[in-house]
């Protein structure tokens, strides 16, 4: 755009469109297991989580998770493990909530990013994927997407 003052044009430049600000999804009281060794990554993320809506349960290994599940898995919605723990790793932990319910919705988080671990998450056919280190935004978007995703309706036995 050009505006002519007293005979000299002058242009104006507009601003850059700014890239538009996104707010992290809110939940609506769905129950999510986190399950992570590390305790302060353990317990912000259950804190964002409840900030944002939803209810959750925490569990420091597999095995305390299947646990979890057995306990409560008719109300959990989902569960977002990590990968690499000891007692029972991610791996052994979507195994054993698959035989639980097979349609159980899974995210899968992990700090590696090599070939052996995105292998390792196809061949668990877990829901999604989170690489660490990630952003609220990030976690709560791929969440609600993950538990808006059309699944087969299933109870755990």
Known sequence: MTVHDSGRRTAIRRAAPRPAVTRPTRGNGELILIVEDEAGLRQVTAKTLEFFGYRVLTAEHGAEAV????????????????????????????????????????????????????????????????????????????LARTLRAERPESSPE
């Open 67 to 142: 646990a979890l599940y057995r306990e409560h898995g008719s109300d959990i919605a989902l569960v977002l493990t990590d990968m690499m723990m000891p007692v029972m790793d991610g791996a052994a932990t979507v195994a054993a909530l698959r035989v639980i319910n097979p349609d159980i919705l899974v995210i899968a988080v992990s700090g590696l990013s090599d070939e052996s671990t995105a292998e390792l998450v196809a061949s668990l056919e877990v829901d999604a994927f989170l690489a660490k280190p990630f952003t609220v935004d990030e976690m709560t978007t791929l």
